[in-house]
Structures are given as structure tokens and as C-alpha cells.
């Protein structure tokens, strides 16, 4: 049995963490699964105006349940990190108490506690100020490129010509680039299928125009994307073209810009995604184009349950990677998730992450889990892939930490 208690982390995808409580997080986690698509567009990352769920009571007794263990296994370690009882008034008392002698310090003796030397912090649009707590030298962040991909957006802002829209584009990225971002995130996968056209410029300009032109029948809302309309068959075709041509020409710019191109991929755990419009296999239509070639791509939640196809995907494309972060959400999947994508991607292709939002704890809590499911799986696969026990625990330290340090911008290696 290998063993990579000593591994230094690197949280590769995780968001801002608040001053709350398990308690708040639990409650918070449940409204944003059941109610994602409110909230308004351009406003931070905080989770405070999120709209009551219509089904809260239910989504509650569903993800809360007892026997749901996503909870019930953080609930626990957390109680076991502060050496309380494993009860959420207990555990809150004591992070409050905590916390309120110092946030940053905080923060920083999560991240000591689990040897995470480095997270890649998600703002979701926001530009740095969106980290400002998080200890200085602990974290590099990611700019949420979605709601830019929005014609809605442009037109609605007076833009009517696709240069100018590319414009607008292009001075909201600069604006992050200037400020440090290390990549990009597209979320369009809780909106709409992965696949990506290649329209020309003069198809994306005429859909813009056409897109102007009629009236959405329906607008989604959300601070993650931005504003999304919601057309007939020939305008959504139209906006699809221009959405399209954006994607494209944002996925190009990071590679330009030698930063990564982040794509959620797979399940989010919400009645709001259609799950097979986020199959990373749909992906194909972008990563076999020359043109992305200069670029590198990471598929965030190993497309989970497609991870299969993602860690295909990894394999067939040098410039793709897969990224581990949200699997830990379903722990009684997380071995068998891992030992399919270590058994087929390329070992320095997977990148541990969390997903953890709100709580610092939820990142301890998620390197803690993946530390053990890793050198377990990876002691399992060693004599199928004819790895000593040496190399199966390289490939758990790649996993963890080196393999993230090895493509992200600036981060020493
Ligand atoms: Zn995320």
C-alpha cells in the first residue's frame, strides 16, 4: 500500500470560501443545486442573493438526508479536525469562535492542516478582488469567461457589429489578464451542449444581426452566465453561430496568451442540467480543430458520469487534461471513478481538485478523501499497469500536486 500522506496539494479547482458555518453551507449548497440558474448576472461570487428554491423542503430531505453521505462524511471530519462531536451546532460554535480571530489565518491553518500548498480559485467573473481574505501567496485564480459569450449581452448593451462585440469580448479579458488570471472557465454546459460549431466570421456577424433582430421568447438569468435568450429554432440557431464564433476566439486568445481553457464537464447535481449535453465527448468538435492545438485544454469533474470519455479524451489529445474536482460529491463512486481514469489517461493528464465553495473546510475535508482513495486505487492498478510500488506513488503525487504545478502559468514547478 503506498502512501502519500506527505504529498503537497494543489487544489485545482475550487471557489472563494466565506465566513460561514457547516450549518450555512449545507443550506446554502442545497438552494444553489436546486436553483443555480438566479441570481443576478455580474454580481459576486457570494451566494447571498441566490433566490429562495421552490423545492427546498424536499431538496433538503433528499441531499441532507442522514444516509446521504456527502454531508455526513464532511460533518465528520470536520468534527474530528476541531475535536468536537459530530454535530453541526457543536462544529459551528467552534469555526465561528475560530474564524473570528482572524479570517486569512483561518483559512491558512485549513490549507496547513492538509498540506494544500496552492489552489486555483474559480471567481466566476470576478476579477482578484473576488479572493481578497484568501492568504496571498496560497492561491491563483481563474476568470469566468460565460457570460461574455452571451449576444443577448452585446445587443443589449448597444453593440451591433460582430468587431465591436469582439471588442467588448476582448476588454473584459484584458482587464483579467492585467489583473494576474491564470485561465479561463466556461460553464456552458449548464445551458447548453458542449458541441461546438466553426460558423465564419460572416456567419457569426449575420447571426448577431438576425439575433438583434427578434426578440428572445424567454431570458435565464444567472450570475454565472449572465443573461442567456431563449429563441425560436432559426434565431437560436443564429445565436448559436455567434456564440460559437466567441467561443473560438476566447479559446484562441488563451493560447495566445499561454493561460488554460477551463470547461465544466459531467453532472452538477441539479434538476436545472440536461445530462447528456455535457458528455466531454461533444468536446471533440473543438479539440480536433488545428486551430485549438496552441491551446490547453482542462475538463473540469472528469465529465463524471462520462468519465470514461474524458479520460479518452486526455489520452487522445496532448494538449487535454482531466481534473478530479466534484467526484468526491458521490464517495461511494470516487474509487471505482478513479481507477477507470488512472487505468486509461495518461497519468501526468489527471489534476486533483475540489470544487469546494463556500467552506474552507470542504477543501480540507476533499484533499483529506482524496489522499486516501487515491493510494488505494493506485496500490490496486499498480500490478495491472506494471507500475513498483515506487511509480504508483510518483503517479499519486503527480495526481495531487506536480501535474498542476507543470501547467499553470507562472507556479514554480
Ligand atoms: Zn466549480
Same mark, same amino acid.
Given at each position: %500500500? ?70 455526513? %462524511? ?30 486569512? %489565518? ?165 434538476? /436545472?442540467? /440536461? ?43 496532448? /494538449? ?49 478523501? %482524496? ?43
Amino acid at each position: %500500500m503506498i502512501d502519500l500522506t506527505d504529498a503537497g496539494v494543489v487544489d485545482f479547482h475550487a471557489h472563494m470560501s466565506l465566513q460561514i458555518g457547516v450549518g450555512e453551507l449545507i443550506r446554502r449548497d442545497v438552494t444553489a443545486q436546486l436553483n443555480l440558474f438566479h441570481g443576478t448576472p455580474g454580481t459576486s461570487y457570494r451566494w447571498d442573493d441566490l433566490e429562495p428554491a421552490p423545492d427546498y423542503e424536499r431538496g433538503m430531505a433528499q441531499w441532507a438526508h442522514p444516509l446521504n453521505s456527502q454531508y455526513r %462524511m464532511l460533518i465528520r471530519y470536520v468534527a474530528g479536525a476541531l475535536g468536537c462531536e459530530p454535530d453541526v451546532v457543536e462544529i459551528d460554535e467552534t469555526l465561528s469562535a475560530t474564524m473570528e480571530q482572524g479570517f486569512s %489565518m483561518y483559512l491558512e491553518s485549513v490549507l496547513d492542516r492538509e498540506r494544500i500548498d496552492l489552489v486555483v480559485l474559480d471567481l466566476l467573473g470576478e476579477l482578484r478582488d473576488g479572493a481578497a481574505g484568501f492568504p496571498d501567496d496560497r492561491y491563483v485564480w481563474i476568470y469566468g469567461i460565460t457570460p461574455l459569450l452571451s449576444p443577448l449581452a452585446v445587443i443589449e448593451s448597444g453593440i451591433t457589429s460582430l468587431d465591436d462585440a469582439i471588442r467588448w469580448v476582448d476588454e473584459s479579458i484584458d482587464s483579467a489578464v492585467a489583473q494576474g488570471c491564470v485561465g479561463f472557465k466556461n460553464l456552458m454546459g449548464y445551458y447548453r451542449a458542449l458541441d461546438v460549431s466553426r460558423p465564419t466570421a460572416d456567419e457569426a456577424a449575420s447571426g448577431l444581426r438576425q439575433v438583434a433582430a427578434t426578440p428572445p421568447a424567454d431570458v435565464k438569468e444567472s450570475f454565472l452566465y449572465g443573461r442567456v435568450g431563449i429563441y425560436d429554432e432559426a434565431a437560436g440557431r443564429a445565436a448559436r453561430a455567434y456564440e460559437d464564433f466567441v467561443i473560438r476566439h476566447i479559446v484562441a486568445r488563451a493560447g495566445d496568451l499561454g493561460l488554460l481553457q477551463l470547461i465544466h464537464t459531467g453532472a452538477q447535481y441539479s434538476p /436545472n442540467q /440536461n445530462l447528456h449535453a455535457a458528455d466531454p465527448a461533444r468536446l471533440f468538435s473543438l479539440f480536433s480543430d488545428p486551430a485549438s492545438n496552441g491551446t490547453t485544454f482542462v475538463m473540469l469533474h472528469a465529465g463524471a458520469p462520462y468519465h470514461e470519455n474524458a479520460a479518452y479524451m486526455a489520452w487522445q489529445f496532448p /494538449n487535454v487534461y482531466v481534473d478530479l474536482s466534484h467526484t468526491m460529491r458521490i464517495p461511494g463512486r470516487l474509487n471505482s471513478i478513479l481507477s477507470t481514469i488512472l487505468s486509461i489517461a495518461p497519468a501526468h493528464k489527471v489534476l486533483y481538485g475540489s470544487d469546494s465553495y463556500a467552506s474552507a473546510e470542504w477543501l480540507g475535508y476533499s484533499a483529506h478523501r %482524496m489522499r486516501k482513495h487515491l493510494a488505494l486505487v493506485l496500490s490496486d492498478l499498480s500490478a495491472d499497469l506494471e507500475w513498483t510500488e515506487a511509480e504508483a506513488e510518483q503517479a499519486g503525487r503527480m495526481v495531487l500536486g506536480d501535474n498542476a504545478r507543470a501547467i499553470l502559468p507562472g507556479v514554480a514547478r
